[in-house]
Structures are given as structure tokens and as C-alpha cells.
């Protein structure tokens, strides 16, 4: 029965650690970007800006190959074992790229971090460990810490850089990730009861569905697209900065501090205002029509120290928009019982982004010039425009989980179908074999006590 109850010590616990987790290891993947392609230009072989947008997107390569594949070894051989397994390739290749001596050894780091794809393990962990009515707030721990991580490392790279370089940063990112190595077994509960959860796992049976939905792939593209711009931007922008502002690489914190305050400072209000109002979209297209219009800028700016920050707080301030509401389109456009599939696919294209992103700002920044790179997020954003224009206004809704006492198959669907009959409730399955009722609500109102009476009565 669904209890509006605050979490217990248990899962709290569980949710804070596995938040530091993501954290610690994002803090660790996001510091060397402001200040790699520097670094790996004064590497043997880092003269081709090829080599170096390949050392940025390799991670994202072996991230996205392995993210599904670890998320089913976690139903069969255990969260917390593939997690470990994970964690350990993740510090194998942080210290590997540590110790290159040039840019093809740190081009095998990256690719061996990227290995330690434990996303998918880390959230079915925490289904396991939450009650379904608190599990989105959970999962909104993680996001929130991700988030934060991020903007942390725009700030800390380059002053750390100075402090320890980029070998010092990549061992740091190793330690980070023995630390969440150790947050796992000292923090982290064991699960009595570890099994699928239709929104956290994934289904292979239903990736077929979840691909071939033409509202999802629209989103699918759209987080490609936007980290795919992030990562090729990172190319070229170090670079342009220091030669344009005169500024060295250790001070560039001075400019992504502010930077990402102001994208902050405009990003809640706008997301506060499209969920409340119920104007998601309208936010949506406007901040990708925003991520088109840096980057077009960008094309004719790149030569101005003030035009590039300029541009890079219209990027930031889309970015964040677009990484805060993707996943709640996601949770809204997806059906209730492929929502942890369809997140998979989402995170797994996050992951090709960026490995296209690193590969091909590279690529361009090297045969044709800084400003094609530009070119390239911007013919990505126009495309991405047109798809978010053109997708459907989603419905104002929430996904709501409700245990269940067992029951049999016959009772599964009779109840769904007395729940979908019910005031606001808009989708409803009764899965007996999970023991959970996931429930599509409209978030204006709907039948709360007639849902937890039948519920309650099943």
C-alpha cells in the first residue's frame, strides 16, 4: 500500500551514497575538460587535434557499448559486483592515463574509464534499495548531484591544473573512484530482495518499442546532439580562450565560474516555470533554439575574447535547461512500464554524443579551421530544432509507483483496468511478478485515496 511517508534512514542512506558515487566519479571525468586539449597538445603526437578529440571521446565510445550490457550483468551476477567490477576499470584507466607518455596511451586510458559503465548498475541498485513512492526522489538525488558536479569541475579544472596538472588530475579521478569504491561497501546497504524494476532496468524485449517510438528518438538525438556540441567545443575552446584573452590556461576558472552561476541563475526559473505552468515545451524549443544561436555565433566570434564568453553563457544557460528537462520528457513520454528501457537508450546516446562530439571537433578543428567546429554543433542544433518543434506537447503528467501484495495475472490486469478508470489516472500496469503499480497521473489533480483503496483492497 502507498505510504506518504518520508524516507527511512536506510534509504536515505542508500540514496545520499549512491549520489556521491555518480559524483565522485563525474567530478573525476568532467575536471580535465577545460584544460585537456592544452595539456594533450604538448604530448608526443598531440600536435593533431584528431588524436586529441579522440583521447576526449573515447570514454564516451566504450561508455555507450557497455552501459546496457552492465546493466543486465547486474540482474544476473549482482548490483554490487558490477559495480566494483566497474569502479576498478574505471581507476585502472584513470592511472593509465596518468602515466602516458604520450597521447596514444592517454587515448587507451580514456577508453578503459569509459569500460567502467556502471550507470545502469548503480540505478537498479537504488530501486532496490527505495520503495517505489520515494524512488523519484531518489533518482532526482543523483540527477541534482551530477549536475553540480559538472559546474564544480568547469571551476576546479583549470585551478587544479595548476596545482597537480593533468596527470595529477587523472590520479586524483583514480582516487575518487577507490573512495567510491569504499562508499559502496562501508555505506551502501545490501539488498534484501534484488530483481528487475520496469523503471530503472532495462528490458530487452522492449528496446525494440522504446526505438522505434518516434517521440523518444527525438529526445535520443537531442542528447546526442547537445553533448556531442559540448564535447567538440572543448576542442577548440581552451585554446581560443588563451589566444584571444591572453589569459593562461590555470586562470580560465575566472571565466567559468561566472559563467556557470549566471547559467544556473537562469536555469531554475525557467525550469520552475515550464513545470508548474505546464509549459515544458515552450521552454524546450526556446533552449534549443538557444544552444543554435551560440553556436552559430560562435562561427563569426571565435576570434573575440568577450564574443566567446558571451557565447558560452547562451550555451551553459541551454545547456542546463536541456539537461534538466530531457529526463523528465523522457519519464512523461515513455510508457510506464519501458521507462528504465527508454532511459538506457537516452544514456546510452548521451554516451555516443560524446564520443562523436570529441571525434569530430577534431577532425574539423584540424582540416578546416576552429570555426567549423561551430558549424558542426550548429547544423546539429538546427536539426534538433525542428525535431523539438515538431514533437508532441507532453502531457502534463507523473509517474507514480505503488507496491503491491501478490496476486495473480488475472487480478493484475482487472485491477489496471479499475485503476485507468479512475479521476486524472491517465496509464496504469500492475505488474504481480515486480509487485509494483506503475501509475501515469495528471499532475493537476487525480484520485490519490480511490487509487490507494484499490490498491490497498487488491
Known sequence: MYVSDKMTPTELRASVGLAGIFGLRMLGMFLILPVFAI????????????????????????????????GMASDHWGRKRVIYFGLLLFVIGSFVAASASDIYMVIVGRAIQGAGAISAAVTALLADLTREEHRTKAMAMIGSTIGLAFAASMALGPLLYQAIGVPGMFELTGVLALAAM?????????????????????????????LRDSQLWRLDFGIFALHAAQMAMFVVIPFAL??????PEAQHWKIYLPVMLGAFAFMVPAIIYGEKKAKLKPIFVFAVALLLLSQLMMTVLI????????????????????????????SRLAPARSKGTAMGVYNTSQSLGLFAGGVSGGLLSHYVGQWSVFAFGGALSALWLVLAASMKTPPAVRTRMFHIEPMSAEAARELSRRLIGLDGVMEAVVDPEEGAAYLKVEMAGWDEEGVTKLIGGA
Do not use: K
Open 182 to 210: 569504499g562508499v559502496v561497501y562501508a555505506v551502501i546497504p545490501d539488498p534484501r530482495d534484488s530483481h528487475f524494476h520496469s523503471d530503472a532496468g532495462i528490458a530487452p524485449a522492449r528496446l525494440r518499442d522504446v
Open 303 to 330: 576570434q573575440s575574447f568577450w564574443g566567446i564568453v558571451s557565447m558560452l553563457l547562451l550555451f551553459f544557460i541551454a545547456f542546463n535547461i536541456l539537461e534538466a528537462s530531457l529526463p523528465s520528457l523522457i
Open 39 to 70: 595539456y594533450a597538445h604538448g604530448l608526443p603526437g598531440g600536435d593533431s587535434q584528431t588524436l586529441i578529440g579522440l583521447a576526449l571521446g573515447a570514454y564516451g565510445l566504450t561508455q555507450a557499448m557497455l552501459q546496457l550490457p552492465f
Open 242 to 247: 588563451r589566444e584571444t584573452g591572453s589569459m
